[in-house]
């Protein structure tokens, strides 16, 4: 079985342009989150989706947003882009959500560099 | 405020010997911590996880001490291998996210 999947894998833009970044979740689950981990730090939480409805957010200006479809994939959207979002995004899916206490599973991330 | 910590940023250690990466987590009401390996170009990957009611879990090669009282969180590799160099992350949930610290270098000698 695949795991979770993101795309693209390495992106390159401008200051003040949009991003969209996307995740496919581990078949049959059902929540998705999304972390930002700028290089040399641990991974930041950003966003908890389930069920289609966030269920968190973290500390992240508005430029951020994201959301999720039917098919529990997911969009993460970055507008107004400054050199400071380049990082990795992460994607982590898991069966439940509502807990981090419910194991989250990786993906391999994309990597946004902002010039 | 948020903030999980690591003691050492790198650890260096001769292939075979055991290692302990240690962590600082700051909320006291966390109940679930887990530690991640994270290589080059890939996510985190899962290693190993502990609720707050247990002191002590151990897995194939890995054992997670909690130490509730001083808030601190370890992890011990038996027999280290050159596969497991990469960084290390403790994590605390917070309700429904993952606090992260900052991590830790691995590097394995041969």
């Known amino acids: 079985d695949a795991g979770v999947t993101q795309s693209p894998t390495h992106l390159i833009k401008t200051r003040g342009q949009h991003v969209t970044l996307r995740c496919s979740p581990i078949s049959g689950h059902k929540s998705v989150s999304w972390y930002q981990q700028v290089l040399g730090q641990g991974p930041q939480f950003i966003f908890q989706y389930y069920e289609k409805e966030e269920r968190g957010r973290g500390n992240f200006p508005d430029r951020f947003s994201a959301r999720q479809f039917p098919n529990y994939s997911s969009e993460l959207n970055v507008n107004a882009l400054l050199l400071g979002d380049s990082a990795l995004y992460l994607c982590a899916s898991s069966l439940e959500g509502g807990r981090a206490i419910d194991e989250q599973f990786f993906g391999p991330g994309t990597r946004l560099t902002v010039l | ?110």
Not at chain 2, 42 to 48: A, E, L, S, V, Y
């Open chain 2, 1 to 110: 405020g948020e903030s999980v910590g690591l003691h050492l940023p790198t650890l260096s250690v001769q292939e075979g010997d055991n290692s302990i990466i240690n962590c600082a987590y700051s909320n006291s009401a966390s109940d679930y911590f887990i530690w991640y390996k994270q290589e080059s170009g890939k996510g985190p990957q899962f290693i190993i996880d502990i609720r707050s009611n247990m002191d002590k879990r151990q897995g194939q090669r890995v054992t997670v001490l909690l130490n509730k009282t001083v808030k601190h969180l370890s992890l011990q590799i038996a027999a280290t291998q050159p596969g497991d160099s990469a960084v290390y992350f403790c994590a605390e949930s917070w309700g429904n996210k993952l606090v992260f610290g900052a991590g830790t270098i691995l590097r394995v000698k041969s």
